[in-house]
T-cell receptor, first 114, second 110 residues
Framework: EAGVVQSPRYKIIEKKQPVAFWCNPI?????LYWYRQNLGQGPELLIR????????DSQLPKDRFSAERLKGVDSTLKIQPAELGDSAVYLC????????????FGEGSRLTVL | QKEVEQDPGPLSVPEGAIVSLNCTYS??????FMWYRQYSRKGPELLMY????GNKEDGRFTAQVDKSSKYISLFIRDSQPSDSATYLC??????????FGAGTRLTVKP
């Protein structure tokens, strides 16, 4: 079974530039998560999807961040414009959506904003 | 107050030592508790999973939940250099809502 796939693994951009991250979850997983992990900290939830619906986006900075999950499979997270403080690892995870179920993570997309 | 608090360390121990990692959480209604392990430049992977109170053992690893104190622990016996990683405690708030602690960075020295 293929794991969660994220791309790109690394991205370096200058501030005010746009950037996009892509995630392909495990087949059959209806719940998809985007987390942001700052250096030396734990993952912080940005947005959670159940199928196509964003059910929790309360921590997503909506002035510059956007996300979509078309057809309830792949997802894209976009930042426009990027700021220096956006430098972090962006983790995508998926799960079957069962009570207490395990989250499966991708390897993350490491963003550096100069 | 954060929903789950974890001392970020770092923690450095000699090979063979017993390691104790701890977290506290804020809401006594939480029932599902996990420990994830994250190697450098990798995504977190589930290590241990506990429902409600009590202990759960898996090889050299023991997860413990004390709901009266809202305290969760992970013990590693006979620690190995390969155990060097960041350990994240996590709680399930509801059906699909997972929140993580800050993570404790562990180094096991040969």
């Amino acid at each position: 079974e293929a794991g969660v796939v994220q791309s790109p693994r690394y991205k370096i951009i200058e501030k005010k530039q746009p950037v996009a991250f892509w995630c392909n979850p495990i087949s059959g997983h209806n719940t998809l998560y985007w987390y942001r992990q700052n250096l030396g900290q734990g993952p912080e939830l940005l947005i959670r999807y159940e199928n196509e619906e964003a059910v929790d986006d309360s921590q997503l900075p909506k002035d510059r961040f956007s996300a979509e999950r078309l057809k309830g499979v792949d997802s894209t997270l976009k930042i426009q414009p990027a700021e220096l403080g956006d430098s972090a690892v962006y983790l995508c995870a998926s799960s079957r959506g069962k009570v207490g179920g395990e989250l499966f993570f991708g390897e993350g997309s490491r963003l550096t904003v100069l | 107050q954060k929903e789950v608090e974890q001392d970020p360390g770092p923690l450095s121990v000699p090979e063979g030592a017993i390691v104790s990692l701890n977290c506290t959480y804020s809401n006594s209604a939480f029932q599902y508790f996990m420990w994830y392990r994250q190697y450098s430049r990798k995504g977190p992977e589930l290590l241990m999973y506990t429902y409600s109170s009590g202990n759960k053992e898996d090889g050299r690893f023991t997860a413990q939940v004390d709901k009266s104190s809202k305290y969760i622990s992970l013990f590693i016996r006979d620690s190995q250099p390969s155990d060097s990683a960041t350990y994240l405690c996590a709680i399930h708030k509801g059906r699909n809502d997972m929140r993580f602690g800050a993570g404790t960075r562990l180094t096991v020295k040969p």
